[in-house]
Structures are given as structure tokens and as C-alpha cells.
């Protein structure tokens, strides 16, 4: 990379010529304030927060887009910038429902109000007409317009990463808001609920429909046992909510948090991701030694299942037929628990803490129950977990550590990874080639599915097979690949998450600042956390979990049994994109 | 679809002519504003279903086709009326009292710009600049130009039309 | 198809006798071109006002008095005389008839056609000639004019590529084709001095240039018809009446740059301007001036028209290419520029329509002809469209350096009803006025920025007493607010909260305060909107306030609106002293709010009046007055 000589605020320097001011600025620790930029997601310019003057330019230029140049002169905070930066601030706030004491995000640095702050904006001089739009309330995303500035992240989110494009800029000039065509309920478009709109979005003009309220009375029903679990993504993240280290694992604070919450049992969704990789192993072995359907693309993501549901209904039959782990460990819970315990399965309510909002919308599926028994009762959001700890005055930070409950409280590495992508493949590689082999290989990291490339595909021997595998993250991704496989592209076995990055990254995750995501990659924290994870369990195999071992013994049967097909396993329905 | 009916025959009609402009579009760049420009000339507005059908034919998702259509004046998702009255609101015509022509034909048909009469008769939409500046002030009812205007003109062109 | 350049020098011969009636020559006529041409005007204004009548009238009454084989009928392009439209001239003596009616048409064959004598009522200017003779520089309005861009507009048929060739068209591409290098055209246009007609003055050859700098084997170039500015129509007529000039511009300028496609993007609006342009491209591709091979000498382009669908900002260059892209035409920030990354992130040259309408008679007749007119630093001419409160309403075309006095009294014919010059305004929403202190500054791109005005594309729209300066810069405005993007805060939120004030100011609830607020706001919108519209967008308050301070003093202080335009502060109150108590006020009055009989005096209730003025309207004796 050629280089190029510049000047910031008198400071020379010398930087690659693809940087952009914003980036040059940061090599000498100026840190210029951005709003609607988002690194890799919204870099257009638009919100005028973070203008510099450039000198021989008469108006100020946008320093998060604009591309450095040889022997260019730049000025961060000259009087004509302090001033344009502060009047588009209170500008913005003169349109923006600025209800802050009651506002969902003001706990976890709302970026405006962090901005405000920064820029000392004491007043909001610009009073005028203001927006008051009806909200967008569904089972997983609120959409509130009256907080949106309007700054696109979520469209990049959406439309560009995503490709889903159920919401975009409508209208124009001061009637300019973000919506789905025709001012549709997000319900009713072919949104997939994976919340990464959310996760972008610096107020909280996106944020998911909360549930904890509905937690709270379940906790408090002396009737009720209520069961929680917690998603592998979860205790990578829950931290952060505590300004703990990004990707810090707290595994054990988590769990003594639940209990001190009055949860009566902890377990761990791990656990349901060994018994879905049995399912799906099985599913899989089954398919490909008896010529079914290939290849088998896994169902862990609600968001990715009903993407698939819009988008490729043709190809419904080759997603596997699993539950996602939650779901099936809340089926488990109440029948095989619940007879096990002697507990009235209508008393017990299973709530599962979830790095995710489209799994709000899944365990509300009507096919997603076992005998009138809905398997999951409430889905939280990590973030909304933390908020729960953060309401009662727990400490987080400073708690010890617990174990999860029996008789699920053992759980293997290849639970652990299901959190990232390529999680789930290299955990069903890992049993699928001993159960395929009959033996117990020794290589257990397949770094070929690890990693934050888009698409990532391996051909990899397991016994006599040569097994052609197939990784996707993000929907955008997921439509890549799935257009390849439509038009003919042949696999054995396809990993999709909905979310880039997978879990870790999803759309109920503790929410980081762009100031934060601009410079660091979030995904690859909390990623590398859970390998680390995996590499200290004991048992790092699916099929060698004990407590796995024990209920297809004591319960099941065999994977993909009668038994298993009744609780664990689910079908999908072609849906309709804007149709009645 | 049977066509046994007017509607149903005139509406399955307006279906192919869509079909055909989408495919006459298919593989131009940037083709959403020509054949939602084509499209309104065949419905004479952008309804839900018609923006389905173009966001499905180009492979567009259909928030941006309507992101375009909201941002356009000259694309409606509202039937206009049989009779669409432009009040030029340019400088030339507002330095000449188009404003005071414009509130004529509000008051006078109690409808809003943009509104379309209950009867669908007329609809009112005030314009940019069409140039004919020398007429100033200038109204179009569909292609018909009427320059020079007052205010008091306004009466006797809508009973012209009222009469229709 | 035209081969070579051999072949359309022979056309050129052929054509050109066929409209030699209509010029001040002699030389070649051909028998079939009719020894009577009568020209009408068939675009904008004149078409508004029924001129496609007049022209079948005549057609009418050519086939009554069987005149078919000597007088002929043509549509032509503007006049620029558009208040008086229909506007027609018959050739070849040049006579020139202002709103002419079709039922005029048989007097004008009866007397002038074929009895020799003038329809002196019909006659433009000062109507006191009875001689056949070219009389047209004599028109004031003619007179200081200098037509280069206008050139063809009004003499030759717009939908006959024959009379564009008659009159040397094509001529250029074929000499640039023929004699010039890529870079010795650009070199051409840079020592023409020509600047970009559409905006800010940028200047055309740097333009061209540095997008021929760049490698790509995709390079686009584009004409910008979306003429936005209302009350600016030149570009209408230009590319209605004369669309190939703008035609052989392009394909020049595809040849200078590298490009083997162009669009124009014309604006929704002009249907007759769109259809104008595509009749002139199929004409252009059959004669081979379009496509592959061009004259012969292997150089190949291509254009398409594309449609505008209602957005001021679309013309914005960054703004326009994404509409082209069929997307929300949004400007995006600079650089890249799009000489390098332009439409579909490929090398372009956006060009407006009158900048290009300059560029063939530049080739021919060479860049120091050309470089010769204007001032210093603002070369040629400049189409300006006149409105307002003018007499000569109209399109008119005069060296850069005429002087606003000129333009205003002695072409635009002064302001009517005895008005006083207050103020012109150009560069629509994005300029400002010039108050008349200004009169004798010589318009070019450089006096009109200094003054914070700017040249815009040319719409000039004259102030009388009666306007509020206020109202203007609150019209200005609403126009602003309206065709905001909304992409950045500055423009979407700050234009908004400026009309806001002015809409407070000019209901007569101002504070001073606000008039600081209005300035704080448009520093800051010049300094960081997004893109040059936004950027521009206070100029109309920011140059109403410098030189009209004391009428937003007068609505925020005093309560009063000097013009009596805005409503709220206007009063009507009764002169008792004429006033009659002949209760007629009373009776008009929609609210009520007149008392007063026989006995009392009458009086308007302040509060419950409406100020709709019909009181005024309707007194017989006077005795209502307003702001009194």
C-alpha cells in the first residue's frame, strides 16, 4: 500500500492512501465524533456529525468517508467545525423524542445523548415541528420512528448485509422516515427478526419487544418452577452489560446471577446442542447413506429459518427437521423433566436467555409445543438478562461463580461453539466422523470452518466419504449460497447463521458503541472467547455427553427414534413475501 | 382468472401490459424509475399489488421500490381524478398569485393538495416550475394549459369541466 | 446513413436550399422549398397558449387557397418573447406577429400573404410599421441580443435533422472526428473559456479533462435536463427547440473523453422537450450520427434519455446519477468526484443542456471567437429567463457583462404598471437578489457570487414594491423544505427550522432573536450540508437579510409588512370619514366582523377578520383601507 504525507491539526503523519481522515485522525489519537457511521455497515456520510475542514475545500468535509490525499491539510476543531457539529447536533435533537429518564437505551450509552455530552450541548436552541408516528410493536423488534435520526445504519444492516430489506428510507426532506413499504407492521413484511437492525441502531429507536416483565411474574408465582437456560453466545457477552471486557467470559457469575434472581433450575443450552447434534448427525448419516435430500442445511437460526421460508421455499426440505436446542430442551424439560421431577408440566415455565430477538418469534410458532405445552414460555435477550441483574442491584462484576443444575448440568465443547459460526459444523464434523468411522479420532479443530469469511467452504475425508461442507453467516451470505446450491452446487452438509458472526454477534447481544465497533472487531472477541471455552472442557464431543448419553437411554430411545421426531423435531411452511 | 367481468377483464389486462414493461426493462440499468414511470401510465398510480409485481420482476426489495416511488412528487400510491388540476407554484407563477389560485381550488372543491374530490372527478396537486412562465400564472387540467390567470377565473374553468 | 463526411456536406447543400427563405441569404434555394415560410412557435410558452392551433389553421387556409407548392408551415423552436405568444414570423421578410389567435390567421393571408400588407395590430414591439421589411433588430428585445445557444431556436423545424444540418449542424463532430485528437478537443474547449451553464461555473474543459485522464473503458457522459430552478425554462426550449445541437455536443464530448454512452436526464415536466429528443436520436441513428462507425471514422456512442420523476435535488450532479441508477436520487459526498467514480462508480462528465448547446459553434467557429465575447473570466453568452414583475416575460440570450439594468429595462421592457425595481433574483432557491443599487453591475459568474447572489441557470425574476422580501425568502424556502432530500440534518431539519421562523416572522410573531437564530442556521447549513444544493440552500435569507434588513426589522419589530403581502399584518380598518353606512362591506363580509348602521359608525372587529379583503373589493366609495 502506497502512502501518503498529511497534516491534522499540525500534526504531520503518514498513513496508507485508502485511510480515511476518520482513521488518519485516530493514528494520532484524535478520536473525531461519528453518528451514523458504522464501519463496514453505514459509511455514507450523511449525518454531518463528524465534518472537518480540509483546507482549499470551501464547505466542511465529512471526515468518516472522506480519503486522505498527499499534502493535505486538516483542522478537527477549528471554531467553524465546533460549531456546525454542535448546531446539526441540536438539530437532530429538535426532532428527536428526547424522553430520556424513561428510555430503554439510556443504560447502555444511548450514542446521542453520549454525543450531547461530548459536544456540550446544553440547550436545544432549534425548537420546531416534531415527528409523532404511531410505534411498530411486534414479538420480537419494537420500531419507535419518534427516536430514529435517521442516520441508515439499520438499512445497512438490513438491506445491504442482510439482504432482507424489509425496512428503507421513505419520503423525502423533513417527512424523510425509516419504514416498510406502505407503513406495514414489520409483522407483516418478510423481516426475519434477527435484530441485527437492532444491534446498529445508536438510540433506541430499535429495540426488542421486552419480556422480563412476564419473567418477573413467573418468579414471583409461588406455583410456578420456572427453569431457565442459557445460550452458549450468552456467557460470552452478559459481561459487557457490566462494562466488562469485550468477549469476557462469566460463566459462572451468570449462573449465580439466575439464582440469585430466583430462578429454580440453571441449566445450560449446551447441553440441547449436544442432543441436536445427535439429531442432526443422525438426520444426516441417515440422509446421505439412504440418498435423502442433500444437502442437509442445520435450523439452529430462526432468523435464517424464516429467511429460508421467503426466500427459498423450494429448498424447505433440505433443512434439517431439528427443533433448534432451546426449543428442544424446553420440549425435554417438559415431559421428560417434568415426569423425572414430578412436576405438573403445566407449572413449569422455561425461559431461555438468548443471544437472539428471532427467537421470540420461534418459540411463539404454534408448532413449536408438545401436547398444548408451548416448549419455551419467554424468551430474553441477554441484554434484557442484564438489565433484570442490573434492576435488582446485583454487583455482577464482583460475583463468584456456580456451576449449572443437574440433570443437564453437563455440557461439551461442541455445545460451547454452537455459539460462532461454523460452531455447529465443526461440532457435528466432530461426531459425525467418529460415529461414521466407528472410532474416536484424535483431530477434533477443523480450522477450515473457523473464521469470519462470508462463505466458507471445505471438503473434508470422514471414513470412506469425502464430505463437501459449506459455512454461511449473515443472510446475505445465506442467500449467496443458497442461490449456488438452487442452481446446482453440490454439498453434503450447510451451516447457516443468520447473524454475521453467528450467535455471538446476534440480535439480542449487549449492544457496543460505534466509537467501539469502528476500531474493534467485536465478533472476533467473543468468537476467540468461546474456542477457549471449548478447548477447557473436558468433554469436547456431542455424543460423549453424559447427560445426553443418559436421556436417549432413559427416555428417547434413538436419535431420530419415534420418540425424538414427537419432541425434537419440527417442519417449516413456504411463506409468502407481502401477500395476504 | 375468469374475465367474465369488466373489471376483472380490464384489470387482468393491466396485469399483461405490466408484465410486458417489466420485461422490456428486464436487463436495462437502473430500470425502476422508466418502468415505474411506464407502469403509473398503465394504472395511473403505484398501488401495493403493482409495486409487488415490479419489486418481484427487477429483484428489487420492495421498500426500496417504495423508498423511490415516496420520494418522487411525480409517482402516487392515490388514484388521481379523472380531471388532474396542476397549479404551477413556480416563482415566476407565485410572484403572480398563484398561491391565491392555488386556495381557489381548494376552497372550491374542499379538497387538500394531493386530495382527490369524493366523486374522483378532480384531483389537486400544486407543481414545480412547467416552464411556460411567460403565462404566468399558469394551471394545466390534464393537457389542457390555462394562463393568465385570477383567482375569479377559477369558477368558470371547473363549471367547464363540472358540466363534462 | 451518412458514410462520410463527403455525404453530409452534400446533404448540408441539399437542405440548405430548402430553408434558404428563412435566412438573410440568397444563395441555392430549391424549388421545393416554398418561397413563403411561416415559422410558429411550437414549444413551451406559445404551445401553452395555443400556437398547435394556429399552426393548423394556417395549414387550414394554405390548402383553401391552394398555396401548398409556395408557403409552408413550421413549427419552430422559442422566440423568447413568451408573454406574447403564439408568437409566428413569415419569411423571408421577417416579420414577426405576437399573440396571434387562429382566427386571426385569415386576415394574415388575406392581407400579408397574399395582399402584401402588414397586420399592423399583430405586430411585435411598437407596432407602427406598415412596410415589409426586416424589422426584427429593431425590436428592443432583439436588439441587444446575442444568440449562440439559442441560434437554431425559431428558425428551424426541431423535428427535421435536415435544417439542423442545413445550418452547418453536425459540422463539428465531423471536424472533430476528422482533424482533432481526443485531447486537442478538450484543449479547444479550454481556451473557449467556457464555463458550466447549470450551476456554479465550473469550467467545461478542466471538466472534460479530468475525466479523460482517467483509465476505464467504461466512461459515461450526461447531459442534465432536469432544469429545476423554477422559473428557468431555457433549457426546455433549447432542447425542444433545437435538440440536436445538444445531440453533437454529446457525442463530441463522448469522443473527447473516451465514452461510448451518454443520457440525458430530462425532467418529467417537459413531455414535449422528452419526445422532441427522442425523435432527434432515432433521426441521429439513421443517419448513422448515432451508434457504431460514426461519419466513418470508427467511433462509436450511444445515448439514452432518461426521465426525472419530480426532485429539485436531482439536479445535483452525484444526486442525478443515482437516479439514473433507479434509486432515491440522493447526492452523495465528494470525493471521489465523478470524473473518477460517477455513474455506476464509472468516470463521467455531467454537462447541463445550454453548456453543451455552446460547445458545436465553439468547435466550428473556433475556441478565440467564442473566448472574444463576455468578460474576463465569464466567456460567451447567457441565456437568462425573465419573469416576474417584467413586461417582457421571456427567454433571452445576451453576452456575459450586460449589465442587470439592461436586461431589466431595455430588453425586459421595465416593470409593468408603472411598478418600481425593487430586486432581481437569480439562481432560483440557491441564489439571491440583487437590490436595485445593483442595476449596473454587469452579470457574470464572478459579480454575481460577490454580490451572494449566483448565476445559476439563468432564471432571473424581477421585484416590484409589492413583494415582501420576507415572504420571497420564506417562498424560497418552502421550495427548499419541500425538495430536501432528507439524506443530512443541516438541510432536512435546519432549512425546516429556518421556514419555521420565517413563517413566525411573517405572521407577525418575530422575535430579534430569531433573526439571529436564522443566521446561526445558515452559516452552519452553507458550512456542512451534504451537498451543494443544501449548501446553498439559506442563500436566499441570507441575501435578503444583507440587503433587506430593514423589512424583517419592520415585520419583527414594528409588526408591519411594508409590501402589504403577508396577511397577518395586514389591516383593514374604515375611513369614517368617507364611509357612507351604506352597510354593501357588511353584507360581503364572510366573518362578520363589520358593525356599524345608519347610526353607528361602521367598524371592522381586528380579531375576527380574516384580512380576505372583499370589504376593500366591494366599497363603492373608497372608504376601506388597507394598512391604514
Redesign the interface.
Known amino acids: 500500500m502506497n502512502k501518503v504525507h498529511i497534516t491534522i491539526d499540525g500534526i504531520k503523519l503518514y498513513v496508507p492512501e485508502n485511510y480515511t481522515i476518520l482513521q488518519a485522525a485516530k493514528e494520532v489519537n484524535i478520536t473525531i465524533p461519528t453518528l451514523c457511521f458504522l464501519k463496514d455497515i453505514n459509511e455514507?456520510?450523511?449525518?454531518?456529525m463528524c465534518?472537518v475542514e480540509v483546507k482549499g475545500s470551501k464547505?466542511?468535509?465529512?471526515a468518516c468517508?472522506?480519503?486522505v490525499k498527499e499534502g493535505m491539510e486538516v483542522f478537527t476543531h477549528t471554531p467553524?467545525v465546533m460549531?456546525?457539529r454542535k448546531?446539526?447536533l441540536e438539530?437532530?435533537l429538535?426532532?428527536h423524542d428526547a424522553m430520556c429518564q424513561t428510555c430503554t437505551r439510556s443504560w447502555m450509552d444511548c450514542e446521542l445523548q453520549t454525543l450531547a455530552n461530548k459536544l456540550s450541548v446544553e440547550n436545544v436552541?432549534?425548537e420546531?415541528?416534531r415527528k409523532r408516528l404511531p410505534l411498530d410493536i411486534g414479538v420480537s423488534i419494537v420500531r419507535d420512528p419518534n427516536k430514529c435520526?435517521?442516520c441508515r445504519r439499520c438499512i445497512g444492516a438490513c438491506?445491504n448485509i442482510q439482504t432482507?430489506?424489509?425496512?428503507?428510507?421513505?419520503?423525502?426532506?423533513?417527512?424523510?422516515v425509516i419504514?416498510?413499504?406502505?407503513g406495514m407492521k414489520l409483522e407483516d413484511?418478510p423481516c426475519t427478526n434477527c435484530g441485527q437492525c437492532i444491534n446498529v441502531c445508536p438510540v433506541a429507536a430499535l429495540h426488542e419487544k421486552g419480556d422480563a416483565d412476564r419473567v418477573w411474574e413467573a418468579l414471583n408465582d409461588p406455583k410456578k418452577h420456572v427453569v431457565v437456560q442459557t445460550a452458549p453466545a450468552v456467557r460470552v457477552a452478559l459481561g459487557e452489560e457490566f462494562n466488562m471486557n469485550i468477549g469476557e467470559a462469566v460463566t459462572g457469575k451468570m449462573v449465580t446471577a439466575l439464582r440469585m434472581l430466583g430462578f429454580d433450575k440453571v441449566f445450560d443450552t449446551d447441553t440441547a446442542a449436544d442432543l441436536t447434534i445427535m439429531e442432526e448427525g443422525a438426520e444426516l448419516i441417515d440422509r446421505i447413506r439412504g440418498g435423502g435430500k442433500l444437502p442437509l442445511i442445520t435450523s439452529c437460526s430462526p432468523g435464517w429459518i424464516k429467511f429460508c421460508e421467503h426466500n427459498f421455499p423450494d429448498l424447505l426440505d433440505n433443512v434439517s427437521s431439528c427443533k433448534s436446542p432451546h426449543q428442544m430442551f424446553g420440549a425435554v424439560l417438559k415431559s421428560y423433566y417434568a415426569e423425572k421431577e414430578g412436576i405438573d408440566p403445566d407449572d413449569i415455565f422455561v425461559v431461555s436467555v438468548m443471544p437472539c430477538t428471532a427467537k421470540k418469534f420461534e418459540a411463539a410458532r404454534p408448532e413449536m409445543q408438545v401436547d398444548g405445552h408451548a416448549d419455551v414460555d419467554v424468551v430474553l435477550t441477554t441484554r434484557e438478562l442484564g438489565k433484570m441483574i442490573y434492576d435488582v442491584g446485583i454487583d455482577f462484576p464482583d460475583l463468584g461463580d456456580s456451576d449449572f443444575d443437574d440433570p443437564f448440568g453437563e455440557a461439551t465443547g461442541a455445545g460451547v461453539i454452537f455459539g460462532t459460526t461454523g460452531g455447529v459444523m465443526e461440532a457435528a464434523l466432530r461426531t459425525v466422523a467418529d460415529l461414521l468411522n466407528g472410532t474416536s479420532a484424535d483431530n477434533i479443530e477443523y480450522e477450515e470452518v473457523r473464521g469470519l469469511e462470508g462463505i466458507k467452504i471445505a471438503k473434508l475425508q470422514v471414513a470412506d466419504l469425502e464430505l463437501r461442507a459449506a459455512v454461511a453467516h449473515g443472510l446475505g451470505n445465506a442467500r449467496k449460497l443458497m442461490d449456488a446450491i438452487r442452481s446446482g452446487e453440490t454439498f453434503h452438509f450447510v451451516e447457516i447463521m443468520a447473524c454475521p458472526g453467528g450467535c455471538i454477534n446476534g440480535g439480542g447481544q449487549p449492544l457496543q458503541l460505534s466509537d467501539v465497533r469502528n476500531w474493534i472487531d467485536i465478533k472476533a472477541e467473543r468468537a476467540k472467547s468461546l474456542y477457549q471455552e471449548d478447548r477447557k472442557m473436558f468433554i469436547r464431543k456431542s455424543h460423549n455427553n453424559p447427560a445426553v448419553k443418559k436421556l436417549y437411554k432413559e427416555y428417547l430411545g434413538m436419535a431420530g427414534g419415534k420418540q425424538s421426531h414427537k419432541l425434537l423435531h419440527t417442519h417449516y411452511t413456504p411463506r409468502k413475501?407481502?401477500?395476504d | 382468472m375468469t374475465t367474465n367481468c369488466a373489471g376483472c377483464a380490464e384489470a387482468s389486462e393491466k396485469a399483461k401490459e405490466l408484465k410486458k414493461i417489466i420485461a422490456k426493462y428486464k436487463d436495462t440499468r437502473g430500470a425502476l424509475i422508466p418502468v415505474l414511470h411506464e407502469a403509473q401510465e398503465v394504472y395511473g398510480y403505484l398501488p401495493l399489488e403493482v409495486q409487488r409485481e415490479i419489486s418481484l420482476g427487477l429483484d428489487i426489495p420492495l421498500a426500496e421500490v417504495y423508498g423511490v416511488v415516496s420520494f418522487y412528487t411525480q409517482f402516487s400510491i392515490n388514484p388521481k381524478g379523472k380531471y388532474q388540476i396542476n397549479v404551477c407554484m413556480g416563482t415566476a407563477c407565485y410572484v403572480k398569485g398563484s398561491n391565491e389560485i392555488l386556495d381557489k381550488f381548494k376552497t372550491r372543491l374542499s379538497i387538500d393538495v394531493g386530495d382527490c374530490t369524493d366523486d374522483q372527478k378532480f384531483s389537486l396537486d400544486a407543481c414545480r416550475c412547467i416552464g411556460a412562465c411567460g403565462l404566468a400564472p399558469v394551471v394545466t387540467i390534464n393537457d389542457e394549459v390555462y394562463g393568465k390567470l385570477t383567482a375569479d377565473d377559477v369558477d368558470d374553468i371547473l363549471d367547464k369541466y363540472e358540466d363534462k | 446513413m451518412i458514410k462520410n463526411i463527403e455525404e453530409l456536406n452534400a446533404l448540408k447543400d441539399r437542405a440548405l436550399g430548402n430553408i434558404t427563405v428563412r435566412l438573410d441569404r440568397t444563395e441555392n434555394p430549391s424549388p421545393e422549398g416554398g418561397k413563403i415560410h411561416i415559422l410558429v412557435c411550437g414549444v413551451a410558452g406559445c404551445a401553452s397558449s395555443g400556437s398547435l392551433k394556429v399552426a393548423a389553421a394556417i395549414e387550414d387556409e394554405i390548402k383553401k387557397n391552394n398555396l401548398g407548392a409556395d408557403v409552408k408551415v413550421i413549427k419552430t423552436g422559442c422566440f423568447g418573447l413568451c408573454a406574447e405568444g403564439p408568437i409566428m414570423m413569415i419569411c423571408p421578410e421577417h416579420v414577426m406577429y405576437t399573440k396571434v389567435a387562429p382566427e386571426d390567421v385569415a386576415e394574415i393571408f388575406e392581407n400579408h400573404i397574399m395582399g402584401g400588407k402588414i397586420v399592423t395590430r399583430l405586430l411585435a414591439g411598437e407596432k407602427e410599421y406598415e412596410e415589409i421589411e426586416d424589422r426584427l433588430p429593431q425590436i428592443p428585445f432583439f436588439a441587444m441580443q446575442k444568440r449562440i445557444a439559442l441560434n437554431n431556436c425559431g428558425i428551424i423545424d426541431p423535428e427535421n435533422i435536415d435544417e439542423y444540418i442545413a445550418l452547418d449542424g453536425y459540422q463539428a463532430l465531423a471536424k472533430v472526428l476528422n482533424e482533432y485528437e481526443p485531447d486537442e478537443v478538450i484543449d479547444e474547449i479550454k481556451k473557449s473559456g467556457l464555463r458550466g451553464r447549470g450551476g456554479g461555473g465550473f469550467p467545461t474543459g478542466r471538466k472534460w479533462e479530468s475525466s479523460a485522464v482517467v483509465q476505464d473503458h467504461e466512461k459515461y457522459v450526461i447531459c442534465n435536463a432536469d432544469e429545476g430552478d423554477p422559473g428557468a425554462f431555457m433549457d426546455r426550449s433549447i432542447l425542444e427547440g433545437d435538440p440536436h445541437s445538444v445531440i453533437e455536443a454529446m457525442i463530441i464530448n463522448g469522443y473527447a473523453v473516451g465514452a461510448r454512452q451518454g443520457y440525458i436526464y430530462v425532467r418529467a415536466e417537459y413531455p414535449v422537450a422528452v419526445k422532441r429528443l427522442g425523435v432527434a436520436i432515432r433521426q441521429a441513428e439513421e443517419y448513422g450520427l448515432l451508434g457504431n462507425n460514426i461519419l466513418g471514422k470508427g467511433f462509436n456512442f450511444n445515448l439514452e434519455v432518461r426521465l426525472g420523476a419530480g426532485a429539485f435535488v436531482c439536479g445535483e450532479g452525484s444526486a442525478l446519477m443515482t437516479s439514473i441508477e433507479g434509486k432515491r436520487g440522493e447526492p452523495r459526498p465528494k470525493p471521489p468526484r465523478s470524473a473518477e467514480k460517477g455513474l455506476w462508480k464509472k468516470p463521467t462528465v455531467l454537462n447541463n443542456v445550454e453548456t453543451y448547446a455552446n460547445i458545436p459553434q465553439i468547435i466550428r467557429k473556433g475556441a478565440d471567437w467564442f473566448n472574444s465575447i463576455g468578460t474576463e473570466k465569464s466567456k460567451g453568452t447567457k441565456v437568462f429567463a425573465l419573469g416576474g414583475k417584467i413586461n417582457n416575460i421571456g427567454l433571452v440570450e445576451v453576452p456575459m457583462g450586460t449589465t442587470l439594468r439592461q436586461i431589466v429595462y431595455d430588453i425586459g421592457g421595465g416593470i409593468p404598471d408603472g411598478g418600481t425595481f425593487k430586486a432581481a433574483q437569480t439562481g432560483g432557491p440557491s441564489g439571491g437578489c440583487l437590490p436595485a443599487e445593483h442595476l449596473d453591475t454587469p452579470i457574470d459568474y464572478d459579480s454575481l457570487t460577490k454580490l451572494g447572489s449566483m448565476m445559476g441557470s439563468g432564471g432571473l425574476i424581477v421585484m416590484d414594491e409589492h413583494t415582501c422580501m420576507v415572504d420571497l425568502a420564506r417562498f424560497f424556502l418552502d421550495f427548499t423544505v419541500d425538495e430536501s432530500c432528507g439524506k443530512c440534518p443541516p438541510c432536512r431539519i435546519g432549512t425546516k427550522r429556518m421556514h419555521e421562523i420565517l413563517v413566525r416572522i411573517t405572521e407577525g410573531k418575530g422575535t430579534l432573536e430569531d433573526l439571529d437564530k436564522l443566521e446561526v442556521l445558515a452559516r452552519n447549513i452553507k458550512a456542512s450540508a451534504l451537498c451543494g444544493l443544501g449548501q446553498s440552500a439559506p442563500n436566499p435569507v441570507l441575501s435578503t437579510l444583507k440587503y433587506f434588513r430593514d423589512e424583517y426589522i419592520a415585520h419583527v419589530v414594528d409588526k408591519k409588512c411594508p409590501a402589504g403581502v403577508c396577511v397577518s399584518m395586514i389591516k383593514y380598518k374604515i375611513d369614517t370619514d368617507v364611509c357612507k353606512r351604506c352597510g354593501i362591506c357588511k353584507k360581503g363580509c364572510p366573518t362578520q366582523c363589520i358593525s356599524g348602521d345608519k347610526n353607528t359608525p361602521f367598524a371592522i372587529d381586528q380579531d375576527k377578520c380574516v384580512k380576505c379583503g372583499l370589504c376593500m373589493e366591494k366599497c363603492p366609495f373608497k372608504a376601506i383601507l388597507k394598512n391604514a
Open positions: 455514507i456520510g450523511c449525518c454531518r465534518v464547505a466542511l468535509q465529512a468517508v472522506h480519503p467553524k460549531e456546525a448546531v446539526n438539530l437532530i429538535s426532532n436552541r432549534f420546531g415541528d435520526i435517521l438491506k432482507v430489506g424489509v425496512i428503507d428510507t421513505m419520503n423525502r426532506g423533513f417527512n424523510t419504514g416498510s413499504p406502505f413484511t413475501n407481502y401477500e
